[in-house]
Each structure stands twice: as C-alpha cells, then as structure tokens.
C-alpha cells in the first residue's frame, strides 16, 4: 500500500471511486473525511490515550489528522485518512482509515480500533522487555565472557 498526500490528479480518482462506490457528492467527501477523523480523534481524547508529543502536530487535542490517498496496487485510488499520536511508554501510533470500509460500519471500525490498540501496547512492551534481556545478556556475554577466556 502506499500513502501519499493527495495531488489534484490522485483526489480527482479518490473522488471518482468514492463517489461510484458511496454515492457521495464530491463536496461532501472531504467534510465526511474530516468530520469523522475529528469524531475519532476526540474519542481518543475522551479517553485520554494520546499524550503530549513534540512529534506530533496537535490537531485535535493530541492527534495529528491528515487527509490522505490510499493506493494498492489492485484497487483505485480512495480518501482515506491518518491519525497519529503518541501514548505512554514512548509508542507512537498511526490509524489509517480507509473512508469507504468506516463508512459502511462507523462503530464498528472504531470499536475494532479501540479493541486492537490495547493488545498491541502490550505485545510491543512484551517485545521491548525481551530485547532489552536479550541486549543485557549479549552484553554480559562479551564483557564478562571476554575478561574470563
């Protein structure tokens, strides 16, 4: 998949497939778009996830959104959109949304995000532990191993 901001050209084929597709005027696209990243974006807030970061552009709160086009090598371009943010332990994090699939079930793609983002801190601070005892022992191993050989 690629991400890329949108270009005239590329929004132009984003607004055509979404138009065919979801039946949306062209107009209304872009304010659907921005409206629902900022529905989710202070979801998050309510919940208050996102931290402060000097990383992150403070769009809503402590999230970042940018309308961007989604583009895969079997399908047509469409509108999409990336929200980033920050949260504890120093993880950043970034949903990209496709604007058709959160159409066709707005709870339900916000309630599979919500339920995804817990397990996934958790596996990334599983696999931060690991590798910080990996690092440890690798270091014991050439300080301590090279003194006694």
């Known amino acids: 998949m690629i ?3 949108p ?3 590329q929004q ?3 607004n055509t497939a979404a138009l065919r597709l979801a039946g949306l005027q062209s107009r209304d696209i872009e304010k659907l778009a921005r409206d629902s990243a900022m529905g989710i ?3 998050l807030m309510k919940h208050q996830i996102p931290i402060p970061s000097k990383k992150i552009r403070p769009d809503v709160g ?3 959104i940018d309308m961007i086009i989604i583009e895969e090598k079997v399908s047509a371009p469409e509108p999409g959109m990336r929200l980033q943010f920050d949260v504890e332990g120093g993880m950043g994090v970034t949903f990209t949304i496709k604007l058709l699939e959160f159409l066709q079930d707005p709870k339900g793609y916000v309630t599979d ?3 995804q983002l817990g397990p996934m801190r958790r596996n990334i ?3 931060r532990t690991h590798k910080r005892a990996a ?4 270091y014991r191993a050439l300080t301590q191993g090279a003194a006694n050989g």
Do not use: G, W
């Open 113 to 115: 995000l919500f339920t």
């Open 125 to 127: 601070q599983r696999m």
């Open 41 to 43: 974006a202070q979801e």
């Open 12 to 14: 132009q084929r984003a």
């Open 3 to 5: 991400y890329s901001a």
């Open 135 to 138: 690092d440890a022992a690798i």
């Open 7 to 9: 270009d005239s050209s």
């Open 62 to 64: 402590n999230v970042q």
